[in-house]
């Protein structure tokens, strides 16, 4: 085999890992405080939320302190990503963890709604490369064949971010202040940077190719446009606005000149020819479904529980152990076997066929419905989203070459961040629509008025109405979510039909019985279709 870079590169991170298991092992810990970061942040902030108004003010500003975070962290996911595979990925994830801790100082010491928003949208520029990051150094140190191994940790990070992120964030902001809802970031955030600059050695990339600043100014636009209009209809304004018709054209004429653009320019930011393996292309669609239906079901599942079944909203993570706790046994098993025998598709398969069974078994939820029987259907969900969740990255960054992996990881990560978008604006405006026409059904004019403003009372704003509406309220709850997940299990479909032409390409990486095998397997492989 020639002695190409990238072959020379991946003999070097095989030495790296021979010799140096701690190094790795340390590496790994940093990288897995660097995607709590990212994870946890927004549950720990919009804990705090009503704390920050009732002493910033602005409440008419209070969702940009959100969106601003988003839209900066989606538009620069994909930068991210190509500035690591064009200057290489150490320099790249420590500059965007520096910048994420910079929005963190800057906005716990914000003195008005204005200044939180933009030092939160500086804290998601930099947020955008924490996920990116993780995932393309972790493609580059572990072989697809190994990388399965570490899928449990993934999955637990997330399962713990989901459950404690309220937990800390109330607890927190009771006892220290909101502000250091921000600052907690910055001793986690020094460990990760001191330990990857210490012990993280990846071959050094030099180039002189100059940044494709077209096509990331209209990806940037596209995103944040279609993200608005995802954030806004419906709530803001209505979905037939003139307002969300021009951001929708605005975001459909960037796309379609960034694609075109991109077959043009000498370094696209988002090279096509990754969208030529099948497999990549269905691990995107697979990302984008898996998000639109796990935040959606995060956002109504916790609002059954405390509307419909009288949970505590303090506890709110909580309600979601079933689910979380099933994806993360499920991803640990999934990675194990993965690992030992180097197959893959059935996980995709069995994770399609459960995030359907698990999606429909939560639309059959009503007033009646125990907390066991709701926690047994969110258990089936997280069955499925275990299959999926990290195997869509594996098998993802398998079908590129090494020179490749940042653009592969930030495109899945992107498409995963755009379906959270859209399923929670999708689910979230059948919710809506459906719980006023219930309520208008069993409690009148009084009833419409009553959820005109939010479908969505707090536990405060249930407990002042009378008997009779809050049993309406319930029902209507109960209602609404049967309408969102029945949507939930429609689209999961997908998953299961574009799973089936998944093509089982061997994992690189895999036991070597001799040097000339070993010498393949670093070979960057493409699965062309």
């Not at 003010?57 to 930068?79: F, K, M, N, Q, R």
């Not at 937990?167 to 020094?190: C, E, K, M, Q």
């Not at 999934?334 to 999606?359: D, Q």
């Not at 036991?511 to 095998?517: E, L, T």
Request: with cysteine; glycine share 12%.
């Amino acid at each position: 085999m020639a002695d190409t870079p990238q072959a020379r590169a991946g003999q070097e991170i095989s030495e790296e890992q021979g010799k140096q298991p701690r190094s790795v092992r340390v590496v790994l810990l940093a990288l897995m405080i660097a995607m709590m970061l990212a994870m946890l942040d927004n549950m720990i902030v919009g804990t705090a939320m009503p704390t920050i108004v009732g002493e910033l003010g602005g409440l008419e500003h209070l969702s940009w302190v959100v969106t601003g975070y988003t839209l900066a962290t989606a538009a620069a996911t994909p930068i991210w990503g190509k500035l690591g595979d064009m200057y290489g990925r150490k320099g790249a994830f420590m500059t965007s963890i520096v910048i994420f801790l910079i929005g963190s100082a800057l906005s716990g010491m914000a003195q008005n709604m204005g200044e939180l928003i933009g030092f939160r949208a500086v804290q998601g520029l930099g947020a955008g490369g924490l996920m990116v990051g993780v995932m393309a150094i972790i493609g580059d140190l572990i072989p697809p064949r190994e990388r399965g191994k570490y899928q449990g940790m993934m999955a637990g990070v997330m399962a713990l971010a989901m459950i404690g992120g309220p937990l800390v964030g109330g607890t927190i902001t009771d006892n220290w202040g909101w502000r250091w809802a921000f600052y907690i970031n910055l001793p986690l955030g020094a460990i990760a940077l001191a330990a990857i600059s210490a012990v993280l050695h990846l071959p050094k990339k030099r180039t002189k190719t100059r940044i494709d600043y077209l096509g990331a100014t209209l990806l940037t636009v596209g995103i944040t446009a279609i993200v608005l209009v995802t954030t806004w209809g419906g709530t803001e304004y209505a979905w037939t606005s003139a307002r969300i018709m021009e951001l929708s054209a605005i975001g459909i004429v960037s796309l379609v000149a960034f694609v075109f653009w991109q077959t043009k320019a000498a370094e696209p930011v988002l090279p096509l020819h990754i969208f030529r393996s099948r497999n990549f292309t269905l691990m995107s669609v697979i990302g984008f479904i898996t998000g639109f239906v796990m935040f959606g079901a995060t956002l109504f599942l916790p609002l059954y529980q405390q509307s419909v079944q009288g949970a505590s909203a303090t506890n709110s993570g909580l309600l979601l152990l079933p689910m979380l706790g099933a994806m993360l046994v499920t991803s640990m098993v999934a990675g194990r076997v993965t690992t030992n025998s180097g197959r893959y598709k059935i996980f995709p398969i069995a994770g399609g066929v459960l995030m359907v069974a698990g999606l429909y078994l939560l639309s059959l939820m009503d007033a009646g419905t125990s907390r066991f029987t709701s926690g047994v259907y969110m258990a089936v969900l997280g069955l499925g989203m275990g299959c999926l969740m990290q195997i869509t990255m594996l098998v993802a960054q398998n079908s590129v070459q090494m020179k490749d992996m940042g653009v592969a990881s930030s495109s899945t990560t992107l498409f995963r961040t755009l379906g959270s978008s859209f399923g929670v604006a999708i689910m979230g405006a059948l919710f809506n629509h459906r719980v006023q026409d219930v309520m208008a059904e069993r409690a009148g004019s009084a009833g419409r008025q009553l959820t005109e403003q939010s479908a969505q009372l707090d536990a405060a704003s249930l407990a002042k109405l009378p008997a009779a509406a809050r049993e309406a309220y319930q029902h209507a709850v109960s209602a609404g979510t049967h309408s969102a997940f029945l949507l939930g299990t429609a689209v999961a479909v997908i998953v299961l039909v574009a799973a089936l032409f998944v093509k089982e390409v061997p994992l690189k990486g895999g036991p070597q019985k001799d040097p000339a095998d070993a010498a393949q397997a670093q070979a960057p492989v493409a699965e062309a279709v």
